[in-house]
């Protein structure tokens, strides 16, 4: 994998991005906020106080947000769905209780999945049909020449194939019931933030729209040896899906996937964010910054829960991956995309934030990765740094297999340290005073 060093203010925003700040309204990135009728309160006290004191204004308390201690989803039922203008009226004297000590109406947040639509020889290892055309994970007797493996066959060769470790997917839920996802689906790693319940299984319709979960969760965990379709990086891990892209996402949606049983997940896989327009300055709002802060601190039983964002598909709109406070945050580890050529793909996003990069789609003659689909199906044609991130979870989840015991630095100075360029091509290569090579 090649990397991109961290930039030496890590979690703040580069100039570019805070002079679009301060441009205000005179700039494209301020859009008319949309309120919902849920809302964030932190109450002190415990459940049975914000039990009291959200029938006492006509709320109706959800529950905990996530993993926040003290802090409630509140819904009311007789305020607009979604209006251009935040509420106003009795339930809003809420915010004068004394045991309230922060109340947010919550707003809907355009985010967007980072995949990307384009309109041989036998296994030595594998019985899944798509196995021989698994380029980016073996090199077969046919492929001249060789291209980089990312080493997960050495991983394999020494006996590490994610058992043990359960990675989870952000995204607009997963098919559980897939043939070579049900073997290792793990249902304390899933459940369904936009419905309020427990099971990740996506909406179908007739365009497949919500594809996405289901083929992130192939790429980290699809089972091995049943003669279905195809091999997860990671084939032994527990996988699961939080869906959450699939209805309004707010601060709170949000926070409640992040901070999703920590002391069970290892691993969260996110291939999702703000627009990829080039105009767009946007992050984690309080609740989610705040769940992030917790994840590291006391996810994986004080090791820290280790967050994978795919970088963003901006390129060709000249975006920059450092607007994006997901994938600039001290917490994430962001991924980016190599072609199979070697070369930089037409929507990669390039900032100092990117710390590696895994293989994905380029040009519309480069080839594509290929993971498990809807409707118990395949495809070889998933793309962008939506492709790239479940990449690099899958391959994080051998390195924990291998030692449980790494921290969340761990993990970013394990990739700092082994990742390799390789046969990327560019021509803006650097070593930096610490003696690692990176792109500018």
């Known amino acids: 994998m090649g990397w991109g060093s961290r930039c030496c203010c890590p979690g703040r925003l580069d100039l570019l991005c805070v002079l679009a700040l301060l441009g205000g309204c005179l700039l494209p990135v301020c859009r008319t906020r949309v309120y919902t009728n849920h809302w964030a309160v932190k109450i002190a006290g415990g459940f049975s106080e914000a039990d009291r004191i959200a029938s006492k204004y006509g709320f109706i308390n959800i529950g905990q947000i996530g993993a926040l201690?003290?802090?409630?989803?509140?819904?009311?039922?007789?305020?607009?769905?979604?209006?251009v203008i935040s509420s106003?009226?009795?339930?809003?004297?809420?915010?004068?209780?004394?045991?309230?000590?922060?109340?947010?109406?919550?707003?809907?947040?355009?985010?967007?999945?980072?995949?990307?639509?384009?309109?041989?020889?036998?296994?030595?290892?594998?019985?899944?049909?798509?196995?021989?055309?698994?380029?980016?994970?073996?090199?077969?007797?046919?492929?001249?020449?060789?291209?980089?493996?990312?080493?997960?066959?050495?991983?394999?060769?020494?006996?590490?194939?994610?058992?043990?470790?359960?990675?989870?997917?952000?995204?607009?839920?997963?098919?559980?019931?897939?043939?070579d996802l049900m073997q290792n689906y793990d249902a304390l790693a899933s459940c369904d933030v936009n419905g309020n319940d427990l099971d990740p299984m996506p909406r179908y319709d007739a365009s497949n729209e919500n594809k996405h979960g289901t083929r992130c969760a192939g790429e980290v965990a699809a089972a091995a040896n049943n003669s279905h379709c195809t091999v997860g990086i990671a084939f032994n891990a527990k996988i699961g899906g939080v869906r959450m892209l699939d209805g309004d996402v707010t601060d709170m949606v949000e926070a409640k996937s992040v901070s999703f049983n920590p002391q069970h997940v290892h691993i969260?896989?996110?291939?999702?964010?703000?627009?990829?327009?080039?105009?767009?300055?946007?992050?984690?709002?309080?609740?989610?910054?705040?769940?992030?802060?917790?994840?590291v601190r006391m996810g994986r039983r004080g090791l820290g829960s280790v967050f994978v964002w795919a970088s963003g598909n901006g390129g060709r709109s000249k975006?920059?991956?450092?607007?994006?406070?997901?994938?600039?945050?001290?917490?994430?580890?962001?991924?980016?995309?190599t072609a199979e050529s070697g070369k930089k793909p037409w929507y990669l996003e390039e900032c100092s934030s990117t710390l590696a990069t895994t293989y994905s789609s380029g040009e519309s003659y480069d080839k594509k990765i290929i993971t498990t689909d809807l409707r118990q199906r395949c495809t070889d044609n998933h793309t962008g740094t939506s492709a790239s991130a479940p990449m690099a979870a899958g391959i994080i989840a051998l390195a924990l297999e291998a030692n449980p015991f790494l921290t969340w630095r761990d993990v970013q100075h394990v990739i700092v340290r082994t990742s390799r360029a390789g046969h990327l091509n560019a021509n803006d290569w650097k070593t930096n005073a610490a003696g690692f090579k990176g792109r500018s």
Request: hydrophobic content about 25%; overall charge neutral; aromatic content about 12%.
């Open 69 to 83: 201690k003290d802090y409630y989803h509140f819904y009311h039922s007789r305020t607009i769905k979604r209006s």
């Open 88 to 179: 106003r009226g009795t339930h809003s004297f809420i915010s004068m209780e004394p045991k309230v000590e922060w109340i947010q109406q919550q707003v809907v947040k355009k985010r967007t999945k980072r995949d990307y639509d384009f309109s041989r020889a036998q296994s030595t290892y594998f019985n899944d049909p798509k196995w021989p055309s698994m380029w980016y994970m073996h090199c077969s007797d046919n492929t001249h020449p060789c291209q980089s493996d990312m080493n997960i066959e050495g991983a394999w060769k020494r006996g590490y194939t994610g058992k043990n470790i359960v990675v989870t997917i952000l995204d607009d839920g997963i098919e559980r019931t897939h043939p």
């Open 268 to 295: 969260y896989s996110a291939s999702w964010g703000p627009d990829d327009d080039g105009k767009t300055v946007d992050g984690p709002a309080p609740l989610t910054r705040q769940a992030f802060e917790n994840g």
């Open 319 to 337: 975006d920059h991956c450092s607007c994006d406070g997901y994938t600039n945050s001290i917490y994430t580890i962001s991924i980016s995309s």
